[in-house]
């Protein structure tokens, strides 16, 4: 069920993140979840005018043909607005991302480079999510980064920040969250010392 | 009625958290090589979103515990815990170790690995004995790795009104607790770059030859928010002086200071005040070791009291550094009433 919400809502979602995106370019910054609330509720309005604009006798066929447009459009987006809060009410994400670091044999180099290595989580903004320091296991090279789900705000990329090693970043996905996913990342020591 | 709701409730609540469940997690710390217990290893953890603390030290049979019911339900409800080593003989490891919540898990077992011997090259002792101070009321600093997340800082400019903001921090702090002045003077000398605070024996050895009170390196982050512009600041803090039964392992610091939103490399906020509490019981070891060396009881006194003030001053969350001054208080009082 959440994933066919997700395939449904995906489109939408990315719809706001650009818009976000535009918005943060004329620096104007919002949360994801009051853009979308504005959104809906000027649709909400731009539905009611449609349906009064609609059906004055004095509109053009073309203008009416756009206004019944409207009153068809408007609503299918602020369903989704509510199908995406109540599918996160209804199946949160879990509050964590997890994986590892391909190592291979562990080295002293190795150990000493993952103790000042940590994974970073981002949104689609690339600001960081509010998560734990994401130390890996100096031995294991495994992770697991806690952090704190804001709504309509997952995390979009996971980054490893490091001054000892390739600073990776990779995209991951609502469902790869939502399933667990073991995220393997390639442990590429720089040169020099750290 | 209303009464009887709660009252169920209340006997429904107390079922589902039985009486004097305690989540503790406990192991031992070994020499991976010898399989022998270390002990005066400092343990440090850090479950869920809490900020990582440190828990205690190991006690002669290398054996520590730690109480997960110190920690909010939200982050012991994650069952692992992130434990890291630290001692000043042996490279630090961080192990993550899963723990069922309310229960814990007992049995765990930390290998460390010696250090090798301090690799410092010829001219980076030259170096370091160049800026010895005679005083030996130097903090020495590696250059901290910074992470500006894209964000155009002068770095240079950043680290150094971080060690002035650090510098009055731990001034301020010693004079609000009558220390002398000749006592509360700290300065801050780079260290070359050769040296790692990883490599406990060479760090060790930088600070010996710089006769420094302690060292201090790590990493420097600039994060933003709805809040604004902070810096994040995540350091090893390696004190240098100690005597015979006196000893602090390296600690870490973390900490957050907020930045100018107009001028991110501006520091507005102000340091915690865990620099101010180390750097007092750095200056409290130099004086114990003063004390035993000139067996001088001045010097003594003088370390009692710092790290009485130091006692007095500190949160009650940091349980491991209130054992740790307690058992140092009892020593010196030991030396200074025989």
């Known amino acids: ?194 | 009625m209303r009464k009887n709701i709660a009252l169920l409730v209340g006997f429904a609540l107390s079922l589902s958290s039985p009486a004097g469940a305690v989540t503790r997690i406990s192991g031992t710390v070994v020499d991976a090589g010898s399989e022998r217990p270390v002990a005066g290893a400092t343990l440090n953890a850090e479950i869920g979103m809490s900020p990582p603390r440190d828990v205690g030290i190991t006690d002669s049979a290398g054996r520590f515990e730690l109480n997960a019911d110190d920690w909010p339900k939200s982050d012991r409800n994650h069952g692992t815990v992130v434990l890291q080593v630290s001692h000043p003989h042996y490279a630090p490891v961080v192990q993550h170790i899963t723990f069922t919540p309310g229960t814990g898990k007992s049995g765990i077992v930390l290998g460390v690995t010696p250090t090798g011997p301090g690799s410092l090259s010829q001219a980076v002792r030259d170096a370091l004995l160049g800026a010895r101070d005679a005083t030996g009321r130097t903090i020495g600093f590696a250059t901290f790795d910074l992470d500006t997340a894209g964000i155009a800082i002068d770095a240079a400019r950043l680290e150094g009104r971080l060690l002035r903001r650090l510098q009055g921090s731990m001034t301020q702090y010693l004079q609000a607790q009558n220390a002398p002045d000749e006592l509360c003077g700290l300065s801050f000398v780079q260290l070359p770059g050769a040296v790692d605070l990883l490599n406990y024996s060479a760090a060790r050895e930088a600070g010996d030859l710089l006769n420094a009170l302690a060292l201090i390196g790590g990493e420097l982050r600039v994060r933003t928010d709805a809040a604004g512009p902070r810096l994040e600041v995540s350091t090893t803090f390696f004190p240098i002086p100690s005597t015979d039964s006196l000893l602090l392992p390296p600690q870490r610091v973390f900490d957050q200071i907020a930045l100018d939103p107009a001028q991110p490399s501006a520091i507005t906020g102000e340091a915690g005040s865990a620099w101010a509490h180390y750097a007092a019981i750095v200056l409290a070891l130099r004086e114990a070791r003063e004390g035993e060396r000139l067996d001088s009881l001045p010097h003594l006194v003088q370390a009692r009291d710092l790290l009485a003030a130091v006692q007095r001053t500190l949160p009650a969350g940091e349980g491991s550094l209130h054992r740790w001054l307690a058992h140092g208080l009892r020593l010196l009082d030991a030396r200074i009433r025989p």
């Open chain 1, 1 to 194: 069920m959440p994933e066919l919400t997700d395939a449904l809502l995906n489109p939408f979602r990315s719809i706001f993140e650009w818009i976000l995106a535009l918005l943060v370019q004329v620096n104007i910054e919002l949360p994801v979840v009051a853009v979308q609330a504005v959104l809906a509720a000027l649709l909400a309005l731009g539905t009611w005018y449609a349906l009064r604009r609609s059906r004055l006798p004095e509109v053009s066929a073309p203008e009416r043909l756009a206004w019944t447009a409207g009153t068809w459009i408007f609503p299918i987006v602020i369903a989704a607005v509510l199908l995406d809060w109540s599918s996160q009410v209804a199946f949160p994400l879990p509050d964590r991302v997890q994986g590892v670091f391909q190592v291979g044999t562990p080295t002293p180099q190795t150990e000493q480079c993952l103790l000042i290595t940590h994974i970073e989580l981002l949104d689609f903004r690339k600001r960081h999510v509010v998560a734990s320091t994401g130390r890996p296991d100096t031995r294991t090279g495994r992770f697991e980064v806690t952090f704190r789900p804001e709504f309509s705000n997952p995390p979009r990329y996971l980054r490893v920040a490091s001054s000892c090693c390739e600073n990776t970043e990779v995209a991951i996905t609502r469902r790869e969250i939502r399933h667990r996913q073991n995220f393997t990342i390639p442990f590429v020591l720089r040169a020099g010392p750290p």
